[in-house]
């Protein structure tokens, strides 16, 4: 897809979201820039404490308060009516009319979000009812069609089940069946798989597959697995401490990556290749900085074996290197 193509349902531009604390200020995500557009699915890729999570917080307007605050950035989402809202300045009512019915969200551990002392099928409903009215036995009515959507065997009886009563495949979706309900044009999905054995997570990868090519909504895939960023997107962002440092297609980016820490992670993949030649993995040397204390300019400057002393001046932009791939780095030159 080329740039003018691309129709972008939501964008984030410049997102800094930090938590104030008496140790500090947490500067968790500082500087998250992507584009989700229609019918895509967007990985947001990086290890564990890069800020992926809070980025989907922010969104939702779900961040914890008042610790967690929206510093600096513009979340602009494109709403069915075609109206344009910018999330990180809009109020509760607006965010409350959006979550769920338009942008929703399923979580790694699904029963974070499932109420133990409901039926799966009263939740849904619940969920329908909420947002659209009618009538109690229609919500339910569609909740059995949502849980036949999402494949779960015996709909007519599990929709009476309880979220206990169920395996942890079928719980995750129920959660996805829970977050489609009213058909958003947006599902952010925060390590929805991680939790999962790996037969499992690849049916629940192809079930998503195949309900967004069913509705054409957008995927924001959060994951720190780029195995599942190979099977599910179209695009993938890296974090790194907080910022988006690489941006590209899917291929583009196992292809050619281009940012040092990209190129690092890469390498920690096993190939066959590597375990022909009996090589070892190469990991990243050192760790994630602590987000209470982010070294100046690039933040992935003291792990990187190309840094020179301009990394540290200033923070990279992030820029295009390609055609529809961008990176964070002064020493990668456009093409
Ligand atoms: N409620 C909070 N209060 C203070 N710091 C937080 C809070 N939530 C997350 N953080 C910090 O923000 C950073 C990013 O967290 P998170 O977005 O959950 O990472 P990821 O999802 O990429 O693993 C972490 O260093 C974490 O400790
Ligand atoms: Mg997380």
């Given amino acids: ?45 990086g290890e564990s404490g890069s800020g992926k999570s809070v980025t989907s917080l922010s969104i939702m307007g779900l961040l914890p308060k008042p610790a967690g605050r929206i510093e600096a950035g513009k979340i602009l989402f494109r709403d069915r009516g075609g109206k344009h809202h910018d999330l990180a300045q809009a109020s509760a009512s607006t965010l409350r009319r959006i979550r769920g019915a338009e942008i929703a969200m399923i979580f790694q551990e699904p029963m974070t979000s499932l109420n133990p002392l409901y039926t799966v099928g009263d939740q849904i409903a619940e969920a329908v009812l909420q947002h659209e009215g009618g009538s109690h036995a229609a919500a339910l009515k569609r909740a059995q069609e949502m849980l036949e959507r999402v ?28 977050a489609l309900a009213c058909n958003p044009s947006v599902l952010i999905a925060d390590e929805p798989t991680t939790a999962l054995d790996v037969t499992v997570q690849a049916q629940i990868l192809d079930l998503l597959r195949r309900l967004q090519a069913e509705s054409g909504m957008s995927i ?13 997107a179209h695009r993938v962002a890296v974090m790194y401490a907080g910022r988006v440092v690489e941006d590209a297609g899917v291929y583009d980016l196992f292809e050619r990556p281009t940012h040092p820490y990209t190129r690092g992670l890469l390498s920690c993949i096993p190939t066959a290749a590597l375990l022909a030649s009996r090589e070892r993995l190469q990991p990243i040397p050192g760790n994630v900085p602590s987000v209470l204390a982010l070294p100046p300019g690039c933040t992935f400057a003291p792990r990187c074996p190309i840094a020179e002393p301009a990394c540290t001046q200033a923070v990279p932009e992030l820029l295009p290197v390609w055609p529809e791939h961008l990176a964070r780095c002064i020493k990668v030159t456009p093409q």
């Fill in 1 to 45: 897809m080329t740039a003018s193509s691309r129709d972008i349902v939501l964008s984030v531009d410049g997102l800094k979201t930090w938590f104030h604390s008496r140790d500090g200020v947490a500067k968790s995500v500082d500087g998250v820039t992507f584009d989700l557009a229609r019918g895509e699915t967007l990985a947001i890729v």
């Fill in 151 to 178: 494949e779960i065997p015996a709909a007519a009886r599990r929709v009476n089940e309880y979220p206990h009563q169920m395996s942890g495949g079928m719980r995750q979706r129920v959660m996805i069946a829970l």
């Fill in 220 to 232: 924001l895939f959060v994951t720190h697995n780029l195995g599942v960023v190979a099977e599910i």
